[in-house]
Each structure stands twice: as C-alpha cells, then as structure tokens.
C-alpha cells in the first residue's frame, strides 16, 4: 500500500497516476469536509479539474486510518518538519514530493526526515506540472535515496507507464536543484513583469543556473546532478510557464501586483534560508540574495535590477 500524504494538485495528481497503474493508493489531506467532497464525487475540484479518482484510491481525512508502507510526503517543505513532529509518522520509506530548503533549519526535505530516524528517506523530484502527471501525460522525475538498495526499490514501485522515474544516490544534488530553480524561477517571472523581456529572461536562466550548480556543489552536489531533471530540467519548465507559481509570483512582483499570500511559493523562503547559508560560507549568489531582499521588502525592484546590471564585468 502507498499512501500520499497531502490532497492538493500534485499530491492528488500523484495519487492518481499510481492507482491508474494498479496501484493500491490512499490520499489523505486534513480537511474532513473537502476530503469527503472528494470521496463522494471521486474528483479533486477545483485543483485539479476534469481528472476522475480511479477506483483503487482511497481517500482519507483520519490520519489514524492510514497504514502503508510508503508514504509520499506532498506537503509543503516550510511545513513538513512540524507536520511530521506533529503527526509522529513512521513508516518503512518516506518520500518528500516538497521542494525547498527549511528556512529554520537550512534542511532539505530528506534531511528533515533523516533527523527524525522514521524510515528509509527519499525525494521525489523534476520537472513536472500537476495537471500533466494527473492526465498521464509523459512525465520524467528524478528519485533521490542514498541507499541504492532502497532507491531501486522505490523506483520500480513509483513508476508508471507515463511516469519514468530515474535514479540517483545525490540526494544532496537532487534536493538543491529542486529548491534553487524556484528561486530562479521568481527572478525569470520578474523580467517578465517588468518588462525586460525575453532577453533578460534567457540572462537570468543562465546566470541562475550557474549559481545553482556553484551553490550545489559546494554542498557536495554532483554537477551531473545538477545537470539533469532535478536541476536544469525543472529550472527550463517552472523559469517559462504560467503554471509555475514561483514564476507566476514573479511575474505580479514584476507588475507590482501584491502577490497572493495563501499561495505556497517555495521559492520566497528558499530564498532567504538559501541567501543566509551562502553568506555564512561565502558562496557568491548574487541572484539569491537579490529575490532574498525583494521579498523581504529590503530593497525595490528598480534597485535589484540596476545592482544586477551594474555588476563587475568578468570572463564568462
């Protein structure tokens, strides 16, 4: 039995791609009444619309009622250490479907679960939307263990005829690159909204890339890693999509739209968790610390823009 933990767009989506494969699946998500619109008319509306629950999905609201032997953590990674301190979950693999670096801890979402010592952890990562996994749309993710044992096994129980997971003991790696390219990802959404254009936005990719992959690897990163889905895949998808939130954030600050604070945008805290850890070891992330201090309120886009632009002219 597989049970997701979390009933939003991509932990339903998930839910569903599974039990589409034949798959035993429970979906839990904390709110009753939602929970039980879900299992009434076998739908998750309106995250992810026109997507209908196979019959092998169950759907819980109890906590208590779930038993399973993987979980897939779909909860956001600013929350997850609360969510497991509080829920006291074990089981014998966790996997985090959350991408970020905790803002209290400097922890990515493996790291998070490995502190606690409840099973074997994993990340699930790379680019993807929700509304295409829940479709069966042909999707591609990297799953992160460092127990290459385990991570074999993980892999042939998450993959899917339309879901094709590959394998890496980086976990380091993976959980960097999935956090990083949500920070790139506000930064390419505010050219866009500024108005800088399609240039700018190719500029930012690439300059944002390569303080990922620097930040990456000083951490012990491999830059193969860093390379692949996980990184330069999820960069390319959430750094060119409205459907990406961070991007989509980005683009309203851009505009100077205040953005939607009951929106999860990974890359807000990331920013900031990442900026302090950057300083602290002297790593230079110049776009980092910009989208830190924006949405924070420390400095106005005219000024991110103009320090960006004026900085030293070097070799590339």
Aim: with cysteine.
């Amino acid at each position: 039995m597989i049970a997701v933990l979390g009933s939003g767009a991509f932990g339903t989506a998930l839910a569903v791609a599974l039990a589409s494969a034949g798959r035993d699946v429970i979906l839990w998500g904390r709110d009753g009444d939602a929970m039980a619109q879900m299992s009434a008319h076998r739908c998750n509306e309106p995250k992810l619309p026109g997507v209908a629950f196979p019959a092998n999905l169950q759907v819980r609201a109890d906590l208590d009622q779930v038993r399973a032997d993987m979980l897939l953590l779909a909860v956001p990674a600013q929350t997850l250490a609360g969510f497991l301190d509080h829920h006291r979950v074990t089981a014998q693999a966790l996997v985090a479907c959350c991408k970020g670096v905790d803002l209290a801890t400097g922890l990515g979402p493996v790291g998070i679960i490995e502190a606690r010592g409840i099973g074997t952890g994993a990340i699930l990562t790379g680019p993807s939307f929700a509304a295409d996994i829940g479709r069966g749309l042909p999707t591609a993710l990297t799953l992160a263990c460092r127990d290459e044992t385990a991570g074999k096994v993980l892999q042939d129980m998450l993959s899917t005829p339309s879901l094709r997971l590959y394998r890496t003991t980086d976990v380091t790696g993976a959980e960097l690159g999935g956090a990083l390219k949500n920070v790139m990802a506000i930064a390419a959404g505010l050219t866009i909204g500024a108005g800088l254009g399609e240039s700018a936005r190719a500029a930012i990719i690439t300059r944002g890339f390569a303080e990922l992959r620097r930040f990456a690897v000083a951490r012990g990163a491999r830059p193969e890693t860093i390379s692949g889905l996980s990184g330069l895949g999820d960069l390319v998808l959430t750094s060119t999509s409205p459907q990406s939130r961070n991007f989509s954030y980005g683009v309203d600050m851009g505009r100077g739209i205040v953005p939607d604070p009951a929106k999860t945008v990974e890359g807000v805290a990331t920013a900031q968790a990442v900026a302090r850890l950057a300083m602290a070891e002297g790593i230079d992330m110049p776009v980092t610390h910009l989208i830190s201090e924006l949405v924070q309120g420390h400095v106005t886009l005219r000024a991110a823009i103009d320090h960006l632009m004026s900085r030293p002219l070097k070799a590339e």
